[in-house]
C-alpha cells in the first residue's frame, strides 16, 4: 500500500481540531470546564434607602369611620348609623415640607381645619413607612362618588397616623397614593348635633388635580347623599 500523500493528513487534522471546538463540550484544550454563564448582578430588593415624598398637586383625602369590626384592637364608632349622612367624609389638601415633616392643609375654597404631619420611619420593595399626627376638622366637601354629606369629621385630641406610601410607578406624573389607618379620639358629627365617637378610623390620600370631576357638583354623583 502506497504512503497517505502528507497534504491529506494536515487536512484531516484540521477537520478534526475544529470538530473538537464546535462540537465538544471540553473545548480543545483537553480537560477545560464547561463555560458558565455570566453571574446577574446583585438586585437589592429591600429598598431601605427610598425616601418619603408625595406629590406638590393637590390630594384628595377620605376618611371613614367604621361602624362594624371583628377586631378588638380597632372598635367600632358609637353610636353606630349616627351621623345619618354616614362616616365617610371625603376633602382635600396640598403638602409641603416642614422641616423634616410632610405637612399637609387644606386651602379655599375648602373650609377644612384638618393638618397632617407625616414623618417617614422605614422603606422597603412595598413601600415607604409613615408614622404622624391629626389635628383639626373637616367638613365633607362635594365628591364625584359619594357627592355631599352633612357629616364632620373632628379630632378630639392627640390622633396618631400611621400609613404606607405606595410604591412609584415609572413615568407617573400624579405621584404615589397613601393609605392606613388614625387612632385617637375622633368624632363624626352632622349640623344639628348629632355624633358617633370613635377610637379609629381609616384614610385614603390619592393625587387630585384641580379641575377633574371632583370639582363640578352641578355633576350628580354616582351616590346620592342620604
Same mark, same amino acid.
Given at each position: 500500500?502506497?504512503?497517505?500523500?502528507?497534504?491529506?493528513?494536515?487536512?484531516?487534522?484540521?477537520?478534526?481540531?475544529?470538530?473538537?471546538?464546535?462540537?465538544?463540550?471540553?473545548?480543545?484544550?483537553?480537560?477545560?470546564?464547561?463555560?458558565?454563564?455570566?453571574?446577574?448582578?446583585?438586585?437589592?430588593?429591600?429598598?431601605?434607602?427610598?425616601?418619603?415624598?408625595?406629590?406638590?398637586?393637590?390630594?384628595?383625602?377620605?376618611?371613614?369611620?367604621?361602624?362594624?369590626?371583628?377586631?378588638?384592637?380597632?372598635?367600632?364608632?358609637?353610636?353606630?348609623?349616627?351621623?345619618?349622612?354616614?362616616?365617610? +367624609?371625603?376633602?382635600? $389638601?396640598?403638602?409641603?415640607?416642614? *422641616?423634616?415633616? !410632610?405637612? &399637609?392643609?387644606? =386651602?379655599? /375654597?375648602? @373650609?377644612?381645619?384638618?393638618?397632617?404631619?407625616?414623618?417617614?420611619?422605614?422603606?422597603?420593595?412595598?413601600?415607604?413607612?409613615?408614622?404622624?399626627?391629626?389635628?383639626?376638622?373637616?367638613?365633607?366637601?362635594?365628591?364625584?362618588?359619594?357627592?355631599?354629606?352633612?357629616?364632620?369629621?373632628?379630632?378630639?385630641?392627640?390622633?396618631?397616623?400611621?400609613?404606607? +406610601?405606595?410604591?412609584? $410607578?415609572?413615568?407617573?406624573?400624579? *405621584?404615589?397614593? !397613601?393609605? &392606613?389607618?388614625? =387612632?385617637? /379620639?375622633? @368624632?363624626?358629627?352632622?349640623?344639628?348635633?348629632?355624633?358617633?365617637?370613635?377610637?379609629?378610623?381609616?384614610?385614603?390620600?390619592?393625587?387630585?388635580?384641580?379641575?377633574?370631576?371632583?370639582?363640578?357638583?352641578?355633576?350628580?354623583?354616582?351616590?346620592?347623599?342620604?
Amino acid at each position: 500500500m502506497s504512503p497517505r500523500p502528507p497534504g491529506r493528513v494536515a487536512l484531516a487534522g484540521l477537520w478534526l481540531w475544529l470538530a473538537c471546538c464546535l462540537g465538544s463540550t471540553w473545548g480543545c484544550n483537553g480537560g477545560a470546564s464547561r463555560p458558565t454563564a455570566p453571574t446577574a448582578p446583585a438586585i437589592d430588593l429591600s429598598r431601605t434607602d427610598t425616601p418619603l415624598e408625595l406629590s406638590a398637586e393637590r390630594y384628595l383625602l377620605q376618611l371613614i369611620g367604621n361602624d362594624l369590626s371583628d377586631d378588638p384592637a380597632l372598635p367600632p364608632c358609637s353610636p353606630i348609623l349616627v351621623p345619618r349622612g354616614g362616616k365617610f +367624609v371625603t376633602t382635600f $389638601i396640598w403638602f409641603r415640607w416642614e *422641616g423634616d415633616e !410632610l405637612v &399637609g392643609r387644606s =386651602r379655599p /375654597p375648602y @373650609a377644612a381645619s384638618l393638618e397632617i404631619r407625616l414623618r417617614r420611619v422605614s422603606s422597603s420593595i412595598l413601600g415607604v413607612v409613615v408614622s404622624g399626627t391629626v389635628t383639626g376638622a373637616a367638613p365633607d366637601e362635594y365628591d364625584r362618588i359619594m357627592g355631599q354629606r352633612d357629616t364632620i369629621f373632628s379630632s378630639a385630641g392627640p390622633v396618631a397616623l400611621s400609613g404606607l +406610601v405606595g410604591p412609584r $410607578i415609572r413615568d407617573d406624573a400624579l *405621584g404615589p397614593s !397613601l393609605g &392606613g389607618w388614625m =387612632r385617637g /379620639p375622633i @368624632a363624626f358629627r352632622d349640623a344639628a348635633g348629632a355624633v358617633s365617637l370613635c377610637t379609629n378610623a381609616q384614610y385614603y390620600l390619592e393625587p387630585a388635580r384641580p379641575g377633574g370631576p371632583h370639582d363640578d357638583p352641578t355633576v350628580p354623583p354616582y351616590v346620592p347623599a342620604r
